[in-house]
């Protein structure tokens, strides 16, 4: 520690501090501040902060040095290690943990305890230190084909999502070899997960692969909680038959996706019934309430897509009773709008204020998650494009399509790109300046290997 303890030195006598006066500002027993400064007891993450407020530093000022000299020079010892790791991750001094954590991995002994602070982490939303820790402990078990390493890359893989399609498709590439050696229970998780990624970014192939690996996988256990212990701890973020239905609702989304309309009634039928569960909990019975809340909306979407203009007042006022069902209840109208050219201003002008909300901070988010709510913007904007363009309302329409477009090009979402440049160069000569220019703005901001 001796340039923290030269810079405790050097802050004593630029401040003209005895080492009385300084002990009692950090609320350190002097005997024991004496001792650090002469180098004859180690410092501890605790005294260290209480120093560096003394010395009216910002929190963390020494932590590369103590890291250095604690962890890297000497040999290191977990009870400093530990604390140390919390600290920095509070701090968001990610480069110390990557800097101490790859020296630290040379001894192998310590991988079961970076393992737990990496759960604990992720159990406090401390995403990004927690990823660095799963992949340390990752990269040390490569070769083990544990149940941990699965669960290392379970996390790993939830933890890297972002907003563009191909990083999504890369982490489920690289997540699916690893979901048989998870937990049984925990792969219930996983698979769902990795189904709404392959949703998000459309790959109905494998939508409906995993939804039906799901299903068979949630019915075994099923079958077999019957027999377990009433006290075993339940591993899943859910009751079992969540599973089974939310297998059903992705196969009807495939179904939707493919416009076979008949088959999604059916499929939603069947996880209704699903959830008929006798004598629900009170968990049960909130998602046995979600559950029927979708079912009801994906019913009239369902009928809409089939032509039937007149479920839209029942639709929209199950919207109104669901707010958080606004954003995919307007998308199916709109498609159904523009599929069979139903005029639904009256719609739009009705929640005209909830809408103005889309893409705020102001919007209920519901069951979205980050990637699904960025592609259902892009949906709805395209579509209320295409619909006041059909509308001749085309300064509101081209606004829309602007959106869209941005949206797209953020995510690089290559597909919709190029829906919104044809639609944009169909209604090109309806444009304002100050489209173009927006527009021009984006074009460019499109990298060349992506578009």
Not at 299 to 328: C, F, H, R, T
Not at 361 to 368: A, C, F, L, Q, T
Request: hydrophobic fraction near 35%.
């Amino acid at each position: 520690m001796s340039n923290i303890r030269s810079y405790i030195e050097n802050h004593l006598k630029d401040k003209g501090y005895k080492l009385q006066q300084f002990s009692e500002i950090a609320d350190i027993n002097v005997g024991t501040l004496s001792a650090i400064i002469k180098g004859t007891r180690l410092i501890s993450m605790n005294q260290l902060d209480q120093i560096t407020s003394a010395m009216g530093l910002e929190q963390g000022y020494f932590y590369d040095m103590y890291g250095v000299e604690c962890f890297i020079e000497s040999a290191p010892h977990w009870r400093r290690l530990e604390p140390f790791l919390y600290r920095c991750a509070e701090l968001g001094k990610l480069d110390i943990i990557q800097q101490v954590i790859t020296h630290v991995t040379d001894d192998q002994s310590y991988f079961d305890e970076l393992f737990d602070v990496a759960e604990s982490l992720f159990n406090k939303s401390m995403n990004e230190a927690a990823l660095i820790l799963y992949e340390c402990v990752a990269d040390s078990e490569k070769y083990q084909h544990s149940e941990r390493l699965a669960l290392c890359q379970y996390r790993i893989f939830l933890l890297q999502k972002t907003l563009s399609k191909y990083d999504n498709l890369n982490a489920a590439v690289k997540f699916e070899p690893y979901i048989d050696k998870l937990n049984e229970e925990v792969q219930l998780d996983a698979i769902k997960d990795l189904a709404n990624v392959y949703n998000t970014i459309h790959l109905w192939d494998r939508v409906d692969a995993w939804a039906r690996e799901l299903e068979r996988k949630a019915e075994f256990q099923l079958k077999i909680q019957s027999r377990r212990r009433k006290s075993k701890r339940r591993l899943t973020a859910y009751p079992l038959f969540t599973y089974v239905a939310y297998a059903n609702l992705l196969i009807s989304s495939v179904y939707d996706a493919r416009k076979e309309y008949e088959s999604v009634l059916k499929y939603i039928e069947k996880y209704l019934e699903i959830v008929e569960v006798e004598n629900p909990t009170q968990e049960d019975q909130q998602i046995i309430d979600l559950f029927q809340i979708w079912g009801e909306g994906n019913q009239y979407a369902s009928q809409l897509m089939l032509g039937q203009e007149n479920v839209i007042n029942s639709y929209l006022d199950y919207i109104e009773n669901n707010p958080s069902e606004i954003l995919a209840g307007f998308i199916n109208i709109l498609q159904a709008a523009n599929q069979y050219s139903f005029n639904i201003d009256y719609a739009l002008d009705r929640f005209k204020d909830q809408i103005n909300l889309f893409n705020t901070d102001m919007y209920i988010k519901g069951s979205y998650n980050d990637q699904m709510l960025n592609h259902a913007y892009q949906d709805f904007y395209y579509e209320l494009a295409s619909y006041q363009m059909k509308q001749r309302n085309y300064s509101i329409g081209m606004d829309a399509l602007l959106m869209c477009l941005d949206l797209s090009s953020s995510s690089k979402d290559d597909l919709m790109c190029i829906k919104c440049v044809d639609l944009y160069g169909e209604y090109r000569s309806e444009a304002n300046e100050t489209q173009i220019t927006k527009y021009k703005i984006v074009i460019e901001k499109l990298s060349l290997p992506t578009f």
